[in-house]
């Protein structure tokens, strides 16, 4: 689990860099709602990403003969329904505030960790051959 570990690590440390440029963003453009709508579908996808890690570590924990808790086997459980729910969340924010949020920069947002972590594992599977 070490190396899950530290590549969860560095994708996390690329969601901040990519937020923190977004806010920058957010502060120097005139496309606010586009740049804020970008960084609601960022945190949207850590979130997410966050329970998908969470459920990885269940799964070492059970294949470890570990004890992971109760709470852990509910974010397992409960996962795929709380991403689900988050996506619908989200795009009901940008269909119901549609002068706010813009809904192409919300699901680009939410996109760019899951299309940096393929890419990742495309070269990494490249770097190996």
């Known amino acids: 689990m070490p190396l899950l570990r530290h590549r ?3 994708y996390y440390w690329v969601v901040a860099i990519v ?3 977004s806010a920058v963003a ?3 453009s005139m496309y606010d709602s586009v740049v804020f709508s970008i960084l609601i579908g960022i945190t949207a ?11 990885a570590l269940v799964i070492d924990r059970i294949a470890t003969r570990k004890s992971p808790g109760i709470a852990s086997y509910l974010v ?10 988050l996506i619908v969340l989200i795009v009901a924010l940008a269909l119901i505030f549609s002068d706010l949020f813009h809904l192409l920069a919300i699901l680009a947002g939410y996109a760019v960790l899951y299309i940096y972590v393929m890419m990742d594992m495309f070269l990494q599977l490249q770097k190996e051959r």
């Open 76 to 85: 397992t459980v409960f996962g795929l329904v709380i991403r689900y729910g």
């Open 45 to 55: 996808c850590l979130f997410s990403f966050t329970t998908i890690y969470l459920k």
């Open 26 to 28: 957010l502060f120097l």
């Open 19 to 21: 937020f923190l440029i």
């Open 8 to 10: 969860i690590k560095h």
